[in-house]
């Protein structure tokens, strides 16, 4: 499998964040996600776990109860049920690399759905 290079992957939607595929098995789910000022995924709480590495710009990460600010190199991990969402500082860009083991199931993405279409990070 060849290499992904966040440059030749990158896109951004005017809506909302975008993602890049850059591997999946029956075990694991990597994407490149690319926000755009204030995008974000919506807190969701599959039963995946999920480590997200910040590569450039700002933003936060919910883990639970708890949002921890992230810059580049920050490493984020939230286990299986536990609420999570990723969103992208207002003044800036975001991207990240997000690794989920194993993949979500479509309908446990149900709630990201819903929030996107209401325009709600923590529905």
Do not use: N, W
Request: proline share 10%.
């Amino acid at each position: 499998m060849p290499a992904t290079d966040f440059e030749t992957e990158r896109t951004y939607d005017e809506e909302r964040f975008s993602t890049a595929p850059a591997f999946r098995s029956d075990r694991m789910k990597v994407v490149l996600g690319y926000f755009g000022p204030g995008q974000f995924i919506p807190v969701h709480a599959p039963g995946s776990d999920v480590a997200i590495c910040v590569r450039s710009g700002r933003g936060i990460v919910r883990e639970g109860d708890a949002e921890h600010d992230v810059e580049p190199g920050d490493v984020v991990v939230v286990p299986a049920d536990v609420d999570r969402g990723v969103r992208a500082a207002d003044e800036g860009r975001l991207e990240a690399l997000l690794v989920t083991a194993p993949p979500p199931t479509d309908e446990e993405h149900e709630p990201v759905r819903e929030g996107l279409q209401r325009g709600i990070f923590d529905p």
